[in-house]
């Protein structure tokens, strides 16, 4: 039986069922599920997060918590609000301090699946173009050549349909939006990503014939940005051995490319 953490949100009156992807003594990897931020909203702390609901379940001595004798936790790295996948967690401060010398460094071995609008130009490309904050917009990223930090994605074809794209994404540096900035600028917005020019992704656009249930709306096959991160390979902090961590591929995600590949080949 797969190991789970349970969280809740009592303000919100949400629940989670967290999957554990690896566990040993200082490392806790999980399968983050999308639209659930990875830590505080710094325009609205009062939203959902995973580690203030960690937090808050070590505080209350919670069962998961309890069997595993856990009083540190701290996440390595975030993954925005709609991504899901692999989420790294330590039990102890060396190991974060550790881990957190190698993502600085671009260490880690990061790849991400993604569901893009359009084809690229190449099965496999990559996108070296700086990124900034966007002087106007709050919470917007963007290409800024003189201004922005240095940023490389390398992305790979996995499959085509008409008018869409599935890509492996390797970020090779980690800037905030990065995957999404650099699919953008390549032409290719990433399906959901509506502050970056991706549209959901309806039944309806790729079914003929397709009959609207009367008095409903359609809801998207991939309603939010179509970004998971599903293998990080790492140096152990502690035994200096590679391990990599995958999180299987998420459900929307599955059922999205089941539909292209019957109705978009």
């Not at 203030?52 to 009083?71: C, M």
């Not at 995958?246 to 019957?262: G, N, T």
Request: aromatic content about 8%.
């Amino acid at each position: 039986m797969e190991p789970l953490i349970k969280l809740s949100s009592p303000a919100t009156k949400e629940f989670w069922k967290i999957p554990i992807l690896f566990e040993d003594e200082t490392l806790l990897a999980i399968d983050k599920p999308a639209c659930l931020l990875v830590s505080p909203d710094r325009y609205d702390p009062e939203r959902p997060n995973i580690m203030k609901l960690l937090h808050a379940d070590i505080a209350r001595n919670a069962e998961w918590s309890r069997l595993r004798k856990i009083s540190y936790l701290a996440n390595v790295h975030r993954l925005d609000f709609e991504t899901s996948g692999v989420l790294l967690l330590v039990k102890a401060k060396p190991a974060l301090i550790h881990l957190a010398d190698q993502f600085g460094s671009e260490k880690p071995h990061k790849r991400y699946v993604t569901l893009v609008q359009g084809h690229p130009p190449e099965e496999m490309f990559e996108v070296d173009a700086k990124i900034a904050m966007h002087p106007i917009k709050v919470g917007l990223m963007r290409v800024d050549p003189k201004q922005g930090k240095r940023s490389r994605t390398k992305f790979e074809t996995v499959e085509h349909f008409k008018s869409y794209t599935f890509l492996n994404a390797f970020p090779e540096t980690g800037r905030t939006h990065q995957i999404r900035v650099h699919a953008k600028h390549a032409g290719v917005p990433i399906v959901g990503d509506e502050l970056y020019g991706g549209a959901p992704l309806l039944l309806s656009n790729l079914k003929k014939n397709y009959s609207f249930k009367r008095g409903e709306e359609e809801r998207p096959l991939m309603g939010r940005v179509a970004l998971h991160a599903e293998s990080l390979t790492i140096t152990h902090p502690v035994t200096g051995s590679e391990i990599t961590i995958d999180a299987p591929m998420p459900k929307d995600l599955e059922v999205s490319i089941k539909y292209l590949r019957k109705f978009a080949q």
